[in-house]
């Protein structure tokens, strides 16, 4: 089958990450997007190099996707290494493999440590707890290729700790612009409900506790679901079994057709096929749901289990960003969640670059009465950031003018672009926590940034790496930047290096004053 662009693009980045010698990389795709599709294609790629593959995942559901996936797009045949089943003495070249099964020490010494040429691990965010870790300490001379969708910088932080690098990332906010996701709406639910007496457990709140803080608010909630999602087809996602069990009996009440699956639930496979053909149209569940299955019509998330952390938040949305014949967009229901320790997840973090966005998004999101479209509140953000930025600014400006030096500050150099990404970038793998190189630093001092500040390579690489596109696209330089702003100039990082220059004669050839037919704060370059 012919890959999409980005598919294209993160296949061969993953085969250009270990060419490179790099062994262990990451592969960031939106949930939809195909990522299964794609580690087979490359799967398919090293299978022709004669390597022998381990698929390694923690559910069954995502290896029997792996395998079928496999299947129709490669045609390569799998054998199975979970529970009772073994791959001991299968002439195939691709194993899918449970890590409950596989992290027996008995299981692991059935194979000898250099077996797996290339490991590709489904759901990566999960690959730092101990049974992952002991399956990849084994097999260490593996290549090793992680797959998630967590498009959170503190997850990958901490994925930094294993892995050597990101071969590859495609953002949500670019699928949806492309047509390969749905477009997603947010609507904020003006009912509080108070979340300061939960407890936090392994990182994230407790769940018992929050199906308890959870239970007084339910028939609220549905009464609000009433307003907004008797006509959509919804999937909600609760803390507890019982708290899921009793939505669906509150919704029922209430005229809905809900069903409800868990992880005990006998009839599950058939409750999945009629909530698919619309024999119900809500579906409350524990978490079940939050991986390997798929439903493209649904057109309405209902989070009722608040979480601050964005690889669960980002996979509970993710069960409705796909695409479907007459789905016009996602609509995400966010409650007002009243605690006063945590920082939750709101529909802001599936695509704020950073925390200060973020918040503003959210902020204005709550203000709104409609539903509003998730990348229309990030442009509107980002202007009020910037807003607020420009001030901040100012001060730093008047604080630099005091200060005799050729070189730009980066941090003023990076407000003046308004290049969020740069001004809160956080170093994730081993090599971009370690200082900037001699190589580095001089490379910044001959574009006029003075060095010094920049921390580690991590930063001074993406500093470098936007520097030198911004030169060929022919923008204005930092030192024509702080020129212009030092007098007054608004947004000369925008201008172009041309229109920055003719700007700075006409000032040298007035005595280095402005004229006065050029007002600083209101000029834009013709």
Same mark, same amino acid.
């Given at each position: 089958?012919?890959?999409?662009?980005?598919?294209?693009?993160?296949?061969? =980045?993953?085969?250009?990450?270990?060419?490179? +010698?790099?062994?262990?990389?990451?592969?960031?795709?939106?949930?939809?997007?195909?990522?299964?599709?794609?580690? &087979?294609?490359?799967?398919?790629?090293?299978?022709?190099?004669?390597?022998?593959?381990?698929?390694? !995942?923690?559910?069954?559901?995502?290896?029997?996707?792996?395998?079928?996936?496999?299947?129709?797009?490669?045609?390569?045949?799998?054998?199975?290494?979970?529970?009772?089943?073994?791959?001991?003495? *299968?002439?195939?070249? /691709?194993?899918?493999?449970?890590?409950?099964?596989?992290?027996?020490?008995?299981?692991?010494?059935?194979?000898?440590?250099?077996?797996?040429?290339?490991?590709?691990?489904?759901? =990566?965010?999960?690959?730092?707890?101990?049974?992952?870790?002991?399956?990849? $300490?084994?097999?260490?001379?593996?290549?090793?290729?992680?797959?998630?969708?967590?498009?959170?910088?503190?997850?990958?932080?901490?994925?930094?700790?294993?892995?050597?690098?990101?071969?590859?990332?495609? @953002?949500?906010?670019?699928?949806?612009?492309? +047509?390969?996701?749905?477009?997603? #709406?947010?609507?904020?639910?003006?009912?509080?409900?108070?979340?300061?007496?939960?407890?936090?457990?392994?990182?994230?709140?407790?769940?018992?506790?929050?199906?308890?803080?959870?239970?007084?608010?339910?028939?609220?909630?549905?009464?609000?679901?009433?307003?907004?999602?008797?006509?959509?087809?919804? /999937?909600?996602?609760?803390?507890?079994?019982?708290?899921?069990?009793?939505?669906?009996?509150?919704?029922?009440?209430?005229?809905? @057709? &809900?069903?409800?699956?868990?992880?005990?639930?006998?009839?599950? @496979?058939?409750?999945?096929?009629?909530?698919?053909?619309?024999?119900? $149209?809500?579906?409350? $569940?524990?978490?079940?749901?939050?991986?390997?299955?798929?439903?493209?019509?649904?057109?309405?998330?209902?989070?009722?289990?608040?979480?601050?952390?964005?690889?669960?938040?980002?996979?509970?949305?993710?069960?409705?960003?796909?695409? &479907?014949?007459?789905?016009?967009?996602?609509?995400?229901?966010?409650?007002?969640?009243?605690?006063?320790?945590?920082?939750?997840?709101?529909?802001?973090?599936?695509?704020?670059?950073?925390?200060?966005? !973020? #918040?503003?998004?959210?902020?204005?999101?709550?203000?709104? =009465?409609? =539903?509003?479209?998730?990348?229309?509140?990030?442009?509107?953000?980002?202007?009020?950031?910037?807003?607020?930025?420009?001030? &901040?600014?100012?001060?730093?400006?008047?604080?630099?003018?005091?200060?005799?030096?050729?070189?730009?500050?980066?941090?003023?150099?990076?407000? *003046?672009?308004?290049?969020?990404d740069l001004s809160s970038y956080v170093p994730t793998f081993g090599w971009e926590v370690g200082p900037p190189t001699a190589k580095q630093l001089k490379a910044l001092e001959n574009y006029g940034i003075f060095p010094d500040s920049i921390e580690n390579a991590g930063k001074a690489s993406l500093l470098l790496d936007r520097l030198q596109k911004r030169k060929d696209a022919g923008l204005a330089t930092p030192k024509q930047i702080r020129m212009l702003e030092g007098r007054g100039f608004k947004y000369v990082g925008t201008w172009s290096k041309e229109e920055a220059n003719k700007l700075i004669s006409i000032i040298a050839g007035n005595g280095w004053r402005i004229p006065l037919n050029i007002r600083? !704060?209101?000029?834009?370059? !013709?």
């Amino acid at each position: 089958m012919e890959l999409r662009p980005y598919q294209e693009k993160s296949r061969e =980045a993953v085969e250009a990450e270990w060419g490179s +010698g790099i062994k262990r990389t990451l592969l960031v795709l939106p949930t939809g997007t195909g990522k299964t599709v794609v580690f &087979a294609k490359i799967i398919e790629d090293r299978v022709k190099a004669g390597d022998r593959v381990l698929i390694l !995942a923690h559910r069954g559901e995502l290896l029997e996707q792996a395998s079928d996936k496999l299947a129709k797009v490669t045609n390569l045949k799998t054998a199975t290494e979970k529970a009772e089943q073994t791959s001991v003495g *299968s002439f195939y070249r /691709v194993v899918v493999g449970s890590v409950q099964t596989l992290q027996r020490e008995k299981r692991l010494k059935q194979f000898s440590p250099d077996y797996f040429d290339t490991i590709v691990i489904d759901e =990566a965010h999960h690959c730092l707890s101990d049974g992952y870790q002991r399956v990849l $300490n084994y097999f260490e001379n593996a290549r090793v290729l992680g797959v998630t969708a967590t498009p959170d910088r503190g997850d990958m932080r901490n994925l930094g700790s294993y892995f050597e690098s990101l071969a590859y990332e495609y @953002k949500l906010p670019e699928a949806i612009k492309s +047509g390969y996701l749905s477009p997603i #709406k947010a609507l904020t639910i003006p009912l509080t409900l108070d979340l300061s007496s939960v407890k936090q457990q392994a990182g994230d709140f407790s769940t018992k506790d929050l199906g308890t803080a959870l239970d007084p608010y339910l028939y609220q909630i549905a009464d609000e679901m009433i307003k907004h999602c008797i006509n959509r087809k919804t /999937v909600v996602f609760l803390p507890l079994v019982k708290t899921s069990e009793k939505f669906r009996d509150i919704l029922n009440e209430r005229g809905f @057709k &809900a069903a409800e699956v868990n992880g005990e639930s006998e009839n599950r @496979k058939e409750i999945l096929k009629d909530f698919e053909e619309n024999k119900y $149209n809500v579906l409350c $569940n524990s978490m079940l749901l939050t991986e390997g299955w798929d439903c493209p019509d649904v057109d309405c998330i209902v989070v009722l289990r608040p979480t601050k952390v964005r690889s669960l938040y980002s996979q509970m949305v993710g069960r409705g960003t796909r695409l &479907a014949p007459g789905k016009e967009e996602l609509l995400l229901l966010d409650f007002l969640w009243h605690t006063e320790r945590h920082e939750l997840c709101h529909p802001a973090h599936l695509i704020a670059e950073n925390d200060e966005v !973020a #918040k503003k998004m959210t902020e204005n999101i709550e203000q709104e =009465a409609e =539903a509003v479209d998730i990348q229309e509140a990030e442009v509107q953000a980002k202007e009020d950031v910037v807003a607020q930025r420009e001030e &901040a600014l100012a001060e730093k400006l008047n604080e630099l003018k005091k200060r005799k030096r050729k070189l730009v500050d980066p941090l003023q150099f990076e407000m *003046s672009i308004q290049a969020e990404d740069l001004s809160s970038y956080v170093p994730t793998f081993g090599w971009e926590v370690g200082p900037p190189t001699a190589k580095q630093l001089k490379a910044l001092e001959n574009y006029g940034i003075f060095p010094d500040s920049i921390e580690n390579a991590g930063k001074a690489s993406l500093l470098l790496d936007r520097l030198q596109k911004r030169k060929d696209a022919g923008l204005a330089t930092p030192k024509q930047i702080r020129m212009l702003e030092g007098r007054g100039f608004k947004y000369v990082g925008t201008w172009s290096k041309e229109e920055a220059n003719k700007l700075i004669s006409i000032i040298a050839g007035n005595g280095w004053r402005i004229p006065l037919n050029i007002r600083p !704060a209101e000029y834009r370059p !013709a």
